[in-house]
T-cell receptor
Framework: DAGITQSPRHKVTETGTPVTLRCHQT?????MYWYRQDPGHGLRLIHY???????DKGEVSDGYSVSRSKTEDFLLTLESATSSQTSVYFC?????????????FGPGTRLTVT | SQQGEEDPQALSIQEGENATMNCSYK?????LQWYRQNSGRGLVHLIL?????REKHSGRLRVTLDTSKKSSSLLITASRAADTASYFC???????????FGTGTRLTIIP
């Protein structure tokens, strides 16, 4: 497996609380991505990063923010969690730009918002 | 909205048989990728096929791409119990930097 870890792996939180998920890589890949996976929707891109301090929105970015202050870490923050954000969150990395390179996925974080 | 859509949604076959799943997409692409996801795990990349390629092999996997029909197929030959997983196709929109994943085909291999 590529050197990608996600923390926490499981989290239960209450509506309205802030939540931060962390993705850490040891591969020195430039590109990092956050997806959410929900039944019937497959994987949907939330935000991605193409370098330190360089980020952009994906398909379902509302209610989420990201930060990348170091190559190895990509943080996903839910400023005020809602029940609709209950999901499994995956981080992914890729060596190269655009979609010509495969993505390597982390093990996922299961988030439940009550 | 999904760019890639897999078909069938679920497939059960006997061990040793071949499994075929299909992916259809809507707009022109630069390339198409297939991923596998075992239950409770992250996705694992299987094959990337570029728009100017028609067929690609990797071990027991064979992927075809028909850009005129906007479709791709993944064939797994001589299936094994360990092939039980969900399989996703992922496509780009021509010139887009992001992959769009389908909802997947859930493959069950019956021992």
């Amino acid at each position: 497996d590529a050197g990608i870890t996600q923390s926490p792996r499981h989290k239960v939180t209450e509506t309205g609380t802030p939540v931060t998920l962390r993705c850490h890589q040891t591969e020195n890949h430039r590109y990092m991505y956050w997806y959410r996976q929900d039944p019937g929707h497959g994987l949907r891109l939330i935000h991605y990063s193409y370098g330190v301090k360089d980020t952009d929105k994906g398909e379902v970015s509302d209610g989420y923010s990201v930060s990348r202050s170091k190559t190895e870490d990509f943080l996903l923050t839910l400023e005020s969690a809602t029940s609709s954000q209950t999901s499994v969150y995956f981080c992914a990395i890729s060596h190269g730009p655009k979609t010509s390179y495969e993505q390597y996925f982390g093990p996922g974080t299961r988030l439940t918002v009550t | 909205s999904q760019q890639g859509e897999e078909d069938p949604q679920a497939l059960s076959i006997q061990e040793g048989e071949n499994a075929t799943m299909n992916c259809s997409y809507k707009t022109s692409i630069n390339n198409l990728q297939w991923y596998r996801q075992n239950s409770g795990r992250g996705l694992v990349h299987l094959i990337l096929i570029r728009s100017n390629e028609r067929e690609k092999h990797s071990g027991r996997l064979r992927v075809t791409l028909d850009t005129s029909k906007k479709s791709s197929s993944l064939l797994i030959t001589a299936s094994r119990a360990a092939d039980t997983a969900s399989y996703f196709c992922a496509t780009d929109n021509f010139g887009n930097e992001k992959l769009t994943f389908g909802t997947g085909t859930r493959l069950t291999i019956i021992p």
